[in-house]
């Protein structure tokens, strides 16, 4: 069913605002894939050129191996959630599923009674069976949610694309059908893309994630990737809190001051650089080598977790550090911080 | 997955049809849906408006001056500004107070009390004249008593005045009670919070705060008060020089046969229509978040 | 008034309830309720019999049915030429489209009497339109097809206005998920487009409807008002009255104004029921 798309060197402008400046991108058939960003970053605009929603001013889309733009709308079967529904209000819930099916050509399209039965089958698989006869004022967002989907799985889509699709729904119903989706796109294995300005939706639910910033793609990666080995500092710090220390690399290691944080650095490139650290990334040591000396300022409780903000001299910022709960050091405690993970950018 | 199953085929215009075509006609579709409502507006609207300018002028300017200056056709202006000049100001202040009890206010009956006030857009004028013969006509439930007392009101500025409120009774309210509702009463209670009284909150807090969809409504207001023409007749008695007001000298000159001077009388009151049209799309264009949504006369 | 208590109203802060409420109500019986009973009264005192007569007087009937068809004819044109002149008003960009948009409200604006000679003078035999048609034997003015005209003349801009601003704020992107499924654009027209307008059409169109039945300016120019033929009911209430037969105008009113309303409580019934189903509309 599913088909790879590969996007290559997509230009867009709209007016004087250039919205995607050379966004090339790979996905395979089956695949998952996010595409995160602030608001304005070209997501959302990038998702509806591969639907032919918009045209690019420069690039293509394939479809396998075939130019998007050579296809009719019908015949390039895009399943495309959209952020609001767009769900047909004066048609039942049944209807909306049936809509795709009953708008083909009168000699592909089924029976009405394999319609029905297809219908079914669609509500069934997004956990509505029953619904069919409601209108869409009568459901709640998340079950829109649903038939929106249920009514671009209808058309059996090659590919299928979702704008925020839990977007405008609240936290509890998010976290609820995140897992489901990820579960159907296990059972159905759809090429999907979806776009989201929700960090944690995007690395909990894509096998890949794209992160696009100003109209360019700054990084493709897995969660792990990206999240762990972030390709700039934009993407360091759009995916979590991350802490900023000035350093200065000399051989391996990386010097805060006169005073070394970070050894065992493989790439020997000296100089300034900043140096991203996340606040799990920092422990509390007894005195060692290559720790970071500072005086515990607050202490807050954040779930499971102990949130410490820690005053480092030289640095006019405090460090976060993410404490294991039992570990609790009082306010006003000497401690000492090892850095365990970080990510190093040369000084811009 | 195959590719082989996506249609391989390659036209020059797939390109052009692409997105155009998602939330567009055609341009040749267009032009015919723009022609066909250029003409049905030209044939229904400008055509009408053009003949009364082209008419009333037919015999010439001094033609022209002389049927709007005769000493008749001036009564009839000066009687259409006095009864305009009444009941406007009237449905001015009943509208505020309905617009206020209803907008700002939680009560039973409060739909029923909008689809009274409603309730003119829905009676014919004739019907909305002849009412009032009923009630003080000669043979009407008050005739004898006024009679008796020496009062009268059909066929006399109070009948014509009674006639128009009632014609026009809906329009400032209108206006004025979406607006009002979707402003909320967070201002005024804002307000009275801070010790002002609630004639000073409503004078300097909810007023400003509508003037542009009241101005709206009277305008609407005044152009039906000055053009109506179905209800005054009715009550009017059309006593030249008296009780005639311009539509209905407009008809009388008419039916007598001196079209020119009816089109020339009739070509003031389009001119009125016209400067009400213009200001309305002005405020329209200006004012448009301001103004609430419903248009409907 | 300044006495309702809070059986009937919600306490607020706001002041005024009582004296606002109390002009309202005031004003809206002296001036609309009181001669509304009146007529109802007027109507009534006719007695069974005489209002059997004047009901079912060839007359009456005619008149009745040429107002009632006549505005139901109008104001059904008026329904496809205003949803074609929103639709082109809102989708289509061409030079003059804002001083079209404002003309559409020309009828609002011009007295019914001025309407009225100008339209007898267009679609009389002599003049613009009809000398056009007058060698095909057509005759427009002076017969009920002039009723007909004036009466679309006074009911165009109900539609347009009515539709216009649903068409405006609906969302661009239910057509891009009807092409998405493979809609063709006049099936998502139809099917997508359309059916969440018909509730405003519908409004459009009564409040049409409604205006023609009343219409008595723009109409008694260029009808003729021949009896049987081109005499609309409100010129049948003018003639009664001027024979000084109030019973007899009162029971035309009446039947008039119960027909309007039973129409206008029928289509406020499907509204509703409308709302209740899709939701806001």
Redesign the interface.
């Known amino acids: 069913m599913s088909v790879a798309v590969t996007i290559e060197s997509i230009e867009k402008r709209f007016d004087a605002f250039a919205a995607l400046r050379g966004v090339s991108l790979d996905i395979q058939p089956a695949e998952l894939v996010a595409l995160l960003g602030p608001s304005g970053s070209g997501k959302t605009t990038l998702l509806r050129l591969i639907a032919g929603l918009e045209q690019a001013d420069q690039g293509r889309v394939l479809f396998g191996e075939t130019d998007m733009r050579d296809l009719s709308l019908r015949d390039r079967r895009i399943g495309f959630v959209f952020q609001h529904y767009a769900l047909f209000r004066t048609m039942t819930v049944g209807e909306n599923v049936a809509f795709g099916l009953k708008s083909r050509p009168r000699a592909q399209r089924p029976e009405p009674a394999e319609i029905r039965k297809r219908v079914g089958d669609l509500l069934e698989l997004v956990q509505l069976p029953g619904l069919d006869k409601r209108y869409p004022s009568q459901l709640s967002g998340g079950q829109r949610q649903r038939v929106a989907l249920a009514r671009a799985l209808a058309i059996e889509p090659r590919v299928l694309l979702l704008d925020e699709p839990f977007g405008a729904l609240d936290a509890k119903v998010r976290k609820d059908l995140r897992a489901w989706l990820r579960d159907l796109h296990r059972r159905t294995g759809h090429t999907t893309v979806f776009v989201t300005h929700d960090q944690e939706e995007a690395l909990e639910l894509a096998d890949r994630v794209a992160i696009l910033n100003d109209g360019r793609i700054e990084q493709v990666g897995s969660a792990d990737d990206v999240y762990d080995h972030p390709a700039t500092p934009f993407v360091c710090e759009f995916l979590g809190e991350v802490n900023k220390l000035p350093v200065k690399v000399v051989g391996s290691q990386a010097f805060f001051g006169d005073r070394p944080v970070l050894g065992g650095l493989s790439q020997n490139q000296g100089g300034q650089a900043a140096l991203y650290v996340r606040p799990q990334h920092l422990r509390i040591v007894d005195d060692l080598p290559l720790a970071l000396p500072g005086v515990v300022e607050h202490l807050r409780r954040n779930g499971p977790l102990r949130r410490a903000e820690v005053a480092v001299q030289g640095l006019a910022k405090r460090l976060d550090v993410d404490l294991a709960s039992q570990v609790a050091p009082a306010i006003g405690e000497r401690i000492r911080l090892r850095i365990t993970h970080g990510s190093l950018f040369a000084a811009a | 997955m195959s590719d082989a199953a996506l249609p391989q085929f390659r036209t020059d215009t797939a390109q052009k049809r692409d997105t155009r075509r998602i939330r567009g006609e055609g341009v040749v579709v267009q032009a015919v849906l723009i022609a066909v409502s250029l003409a049905f507006l030209a044939l229904f609207l400008l055509l009408p408006l053009v003949s009364v300018f082209v008419e009333a002028g037919a015999r010439g300017w001094t033609a022209y001056k002389a049927a709007v200056t005769e000493p008749d056709a001036v009564a009839a202006i000066h009687l259409t500004l006095l009864v305009a000049g009444i009941a406007v100001p009237f449905n001015v202040v009943v509208g505020i107070a309905a617009a206020w009890a209803i907008a700002k206010f939680e009560f039973r009956g409060k739909n029923l009390l909008i689809s009274l006030i409603d309730l003119p857009f829905s009676v014919s004028p004739v019907i909305s004249g002849l009412v009032f013969v009923l009630l003080f006509g000669a043979q009407g439930y008050f005739g004898a008593w006024l009679k008796a007392n020496d009062v009268q009101i059909v066929f006399a500025l109070p009948g014509l005045v009674l006639a128009t409120v009632f014609v026009t009774f809906p329009f400032v309210a209108r206006e004025l009670i979406p607006h009002m509702q979707s402003l909320g009463s967070a201002d005024e209670e804002a307000a009275l919070t801070l010790g002002a009284s609630g004639w000073r909150t409503f004078l300097t807090i909810t007023l400003p705060n509508v003037k542009w969809s009241l101005f709206y409504g009277v305008l609407l207001c005044n152009a039906r008060a000055m053009g109506e023409f179905g209800a005054v007749a009715v009550v009017s008695g059309k006593i030249r020089g008296l009780t005639n007001t311009m539509p209905l000298h407009v008809e009388i000159l008419y039916n007598e046969y001196m079209s020119a001077a009816a089109f020339a009388v009739a070509s003031l009151l389009a001119g009125l229509a016209l400067v009400t049209l213009a200001l309305k799309t002005l405020l329209e264009w200006r004012y448009s978040d301001s103004i609430a949504a419903s248009r409907r006369h | 008034m300044a006495a309702?208590t809070s059986?009937?109203?919600?306490p607020?802060?706001?002041?005024?309830?009582g004296?606002?409420?109390g002009?309202?109500?005031s004003?809206?019986s002296l001036?609309?309720?009181?001669?509304?009973v009146?007529?109802a009264?007027?109507a009534a005192s006719a007695g069974p019999a005489d209002i059997w007569a004047v009901t079912t007087s060839p007359r009456t009937l005619a008149a009745l049915r040429l107002s009632f068809l006549g505005a139901l004819f109008a104001a059904c044109i008026n329904a496809v030429?205003g949803m074609?002149?929103a639709?082109?008003?809102v989708?289509?960009d061409?030079p003059g489209r804002?001083f079209?948009?404002?003309?559409?409200?020309?009828?609002?604006?011009?007295?019914?009497?001025?309407?009225?000679?100008?339209?007898a003078?267009?679609y009389a035999p002599n003049?613009?339109?009809g000398s056009l048609l007058a060698p095909y034997g057509i005759k427009i003015a002076y017969t009920p097809l002039g009723v007909m005209?004036a009466l679309?003349?006074v009911g165009?801009?109900?539609v347009v206005?009515?539709v216009q601003?649903v068409l405006q704020e609906m969302?661009?992107?239910?057509?891009?998920?009807?092409?998405?499924?493979?809609?063709?654009?006049w099936?998502t027209i139809f099917?997508?487009i359309l059916?969440?307008i018909?509730p405003a059409l519908l409004?459009g169109f009564v409040?049409a409807f409604?205006?023609a039945?009343?219409?008595?300016?723009s109409v008694i120019?260029i009808a003729g008002n021949v009896p049987m033929v081109s005499e609309i009911?409100?010129?049948l209430?003018?003639i009664r009255?001027e024979q000084?037969d109030?019973a007899g105008?009162?029971v035309v009113?009446m039947l008039?104004?119960l027909i309007?309303?039973g129409l206008?409580l029928f289509v406020n019934l499907i509204q509703a029921r409308a709302r209740r189903?899709?939701?806001d509309v």
């Open positions: 309702a059986v009937w109203r919600q607020s802060i706001l002041p005024g309830f004296i606002a409420l002009i309202t109500l004003a809206l001036i609309v309720l009181v001669p509304l009146a007529l009264l007027k030429f074609i002149l639709w082109v008003l989708r289509y061409f804002r079209i948009d404002a003309a559409v409200d020309l009828p609002f604006a011009l007295p019914t009497a001025v309407a009225g000679i100008a339209l003078a267009i003049g613009w339109v005209v679309i003349f165009l801009p109900f206005r009515t601003p969302q661009a992107d239910v057509e891009e998920a009807a092409a998405l499924l493979g809609a063709g654009r099936r099917t997508v059916p969440p018909y409004t409040l409604a205006r039945v009343g219409e008595y300016g120019f009911a409100p010129l209430i003018v009255l000084f109030y105008a009162a009113a008039m104004l309007s309303f206008i189903r899709f939701g």
